[in-house]
């Protein structure tokens, strides 16, 4: 069974210009969230997707970040425009459902370096 | 107070030794418990989840779990080199509402096993 893709592994941009991740969620998974994971620290959850409907976005900063899951499959992060605080890792997970008994699977990450 | 608290560490033990980790948290309505292991530049890996309280082994790995005193652990007998990484403690939300499957980390214990 394939794992959590995303795509680019590493992206270094300048402070004010916009940049966007992509996930692709392991088949059949249902919920896929995005986290931000900055250095010493543990993931924090930017957003949560149950098929392609947002469930949770109460700590993704809506004035420069957005993210999208059109078709209940993949999905896009955004970050327009970036800060020098956005610099971090960019972390997508999945799981089948949304309940608290499901396991949940990282993709291997995106390190963002805003300049 | 932090929602789910670790010791940042570094927590160093020698190679054979047992190595026990430690997490608390605040959500007293928590229903699901996880372990990850995070390598050096790569993404969190599931190596543990426990559900109620007690004990669960699974090879060198056991996770304990105390809702009661809002407290989960995992220890590693045997240690090696190997395990040389850091670990995060992740608890999950059973309340209905935004926080149903939220995933919240520590900020995780970096262990480090000397031979």
């Known amino acids: 069974e394939a794992g959590v893709?995303?795509?680019?592994?590493?992206k270094i941009i300048e402070k004010r210009q916009s940049v966007a991740f992509w996930c692709n969620p392991?088949?059949?998974?249902?919920?896929?969230?995005?986290?931000?994971?900055?250095?010493?620290?543990?993931?924090?959850?930017?957003?949560?997707?149950?098929?392609?409907?947002?469930?949770?976005?109460?700590?993704?900063?809506?004035?420069?970040?957005?993210?999208?899951?059109?078709?209940?499959?993949?999905?896009?992060?955004?970050?327009?425009?970036?800060?020098?605080?956005?610099?971090?890792?960019?972390?997508?997970?999945?799981?089948?459902r949304r309940t608290p008994y499901n396991e949940q699977f990282f993709g291997p990450g995106t390190r963002l370096t805003v300049l | 107070q932090k929602e789910v608290e670790q010791n940042s560490g570094p927590l160093s033990v020698p190679e054979g030794a047992i190595a026990s980790l430690n997490c608390t948290y605040s959500d007293r309505g928590s229903q699901s418990f996880f372990w990850y292991r995070q390598y050096s530049g790569k993404s969190p890996e599931l190596i543990m989840s426990i559900y109620s309280n007690g004990d669960k082994e699974d090879g060198r790995f056991t996770a304990q779990l105390n809702k009661a005193s809002q407290y989960v652990s995992l220890l590693i007998r045997d240690s090696q080199p190997s395990d040389s990484a850091t670990y995060l403690c992740a608890v999950r939300g059973g309340a209905g509402g935004t926080s149903y499957g939220k995933l919240t980390f520590g900020q995780g214990t970096i262990l480090t096993v000397h031979p």
């Open chain 1, 5 to 10: 893709a995303q795509s680019p592994r590493y």
């Open chain 1, 26 to 96: 392991i088949s059949g998974h249902a919920t896929l969230y995005w986290y931000q994971q900055i250095l010493g620290q543990g993931p924090k959850l930017l957003i949560q997707f149950q098929n392609n409907g947002v469930v949770d976005d109460s700590q993704l900063p809506k004035d420069r970040f957005s993210a999208e899951r059109l078709k209940g499959v993949d999905s896009t992060l955004k970050i327009q425009p970036a800060k020098l605080e956005d610099s971090a890792v960019y972390l997508c997970a999945s799981s089948l």
